[in-house]
């Protein structure tokens, strides 16, 4: 089970994806509590644009996602939907679909067009080296300790969207940019090792997933950064022993783990209401 560890690019995959993993299953706590679960593929997406845009241009392959992933959660900080009618994910999954059709047509024009597109969907983790872990590690570590400095602030902010009073908010909350912001920076640097669908699934699926074990913040947090860590770890050993791409083994096994958390989702409801009937 840890031969792979043997291999200097698995350790590398691994360190990556714990570093991704841990800061991203946090924010999909926030994400998912505001449900704004697009925003992730969204602003994945709008990163994955940058990419091929300077991709087309042949310059800016590191400062041009950059500049569009951090515009794009500057725009998403400033949605704040009044009509009932209309919910805040329609307007992003907007912005999701015309960055995706954007991506394809400009890789469409670039040599390697499908090869691209699939490292732009699930990355190539197995080709990360220690320079791009460490420039990861001091960005995340940022984002963390921002998190971390005012933990109460952001919280009480996705209780609010939880409680159905983010109409209160106003046009611009500097923890509402902070936020996006720091979604932005994690998006824009993760997709470029994980690709959009495993940024995505590690933002959502660990933080439902501890949804439905607990009810407890904290509990919550820490349930979803375990999730992470055992996803990475049996992911990579998938990927490793039968020769599947590591990204899409990663998100099976974190689709596993879902399906899991809600069987116990209902069999734990099932026994409460039979206890209640009693």
Not at 122 to 137: A, K, M
Not at 143 to 149: D, G, H, N, P
Request: glycine fraction near 8%; proline fraction near 2%; aromatic fraction near 14%.
């Amino acid at each position: 089970m840890f031969a792979m560890f043997q291999l200097s690019f698995m350790v590398q995959a691994f360190i990556a994806a714990l570093i991704t993993g841990a800061v991203l299953s946090y924010l999909g706590v926030h994400v998912v509590g505001r449900g704004i679960v697009f925003v992730d593929l969204a602003l994945g997406q709008i990163s994955s644009l940058g990419v091929a845009f300077a991709a087309f241009i042949g310059t800016g392959l590191t400062s041009i996602p950059l500049i569009f992933t951090l515009a794009g959660a500057l725009l998403m900080s400033f949605i704040n939907i009044r009509d009932k009618r209309l919910k805040q994910e329609a307007i992003i999954g907007i912005l999701y679909a015309f960055a995706s059709a954007l991506t394809v047509l400009l890789i469409s024009k670039t040599p390697h067009g499908d090869s691209d597109i699939q490292e732009v969907l699930f990355g190539n983790i197995l080709s990360v080296s220690w320079g791009q872990i460490s420039t990861v590690g001091i960005v995340f570590g940022v984002i963390v300790l921002l998190q971390l400095v005012f933990f109460n602030k952001f919280f009480g902010l996705t209780k609010s969207f939880e409680n159905g009073e983010n109409h209160l908010i106003g046009i611009f909350n500097i923890w509402n940019f902070l936020f996006y912001i720091s979604i932005g920076l994690a998006i824009v640097f993760a997709v470029k090792i994980n690709g959009v669908i495993p940024v995505f699934s590690f933002l959502i699926i660990p933080a439902v997933s501890a949804i439905m074990l607990t009810q407890n913040n904290f509990a919550v947090s820490v349930f979803s950064l375990i999730i992470r860590v055992l996803a990475c770890f049996f992911g990579l050993n998938f990927s490793f022993h039968y020769d599947f791409p590591a990204g899409s083994s990663i998100v099976a096994i974190l689709g596993v783990i879902f399906i899991f958390a809600s069987v116990y989702k209902m069999l734990s409801s099932a026994f409460t209401r039979k206890a209640r009937a009693i």
